[in-house]
């Protein structure tokens, strides 16, 4: 993932492809600020794999929205992989 300005009240996308030669499937976490982000509320989020890419879509993204966000994938056993980016609002927007 790459750091990043958003436009306030505009929608932030956080990309994160995935290479494997695992055949199992990815255990996977989105993290602001070190916690979980609930997916559920579909308000807010979106999130989406296609062709091992993991995306979060973070939708009227605000003051609030402004964080360290983190994909964090583990399985299978003993794996463990983790990307970071800081997100944050456009200066004067």
């Known amino acids: 993932m790459r750091n990043q300005k958003i436009p306030k009240n505009s929608t932030a996308i956080l990309e994160c492809k995935i290479t494997s030669s695992f055949n199992e499937t990815f255990t996977f976490k989105w993290k602001k600020n070190d916690e979980v982000i609930d997916l559920g509320n579909k308000d807010k989020y979106e999130f989406t794999i296609e062709d091992n890419l993991f ?23 003993d794996f463990e992989i983790s990307s970071k980016a800081d997100i944050y609002l456009e200066a004067g927007k």
């Open 55 to 77: 995306k979060l879509k973070i939708f009227g993204f605000n003051e609030c929205d402004e964080a360290n966000y983190e994909i964090y994938l583990s399985e299978p056993e």
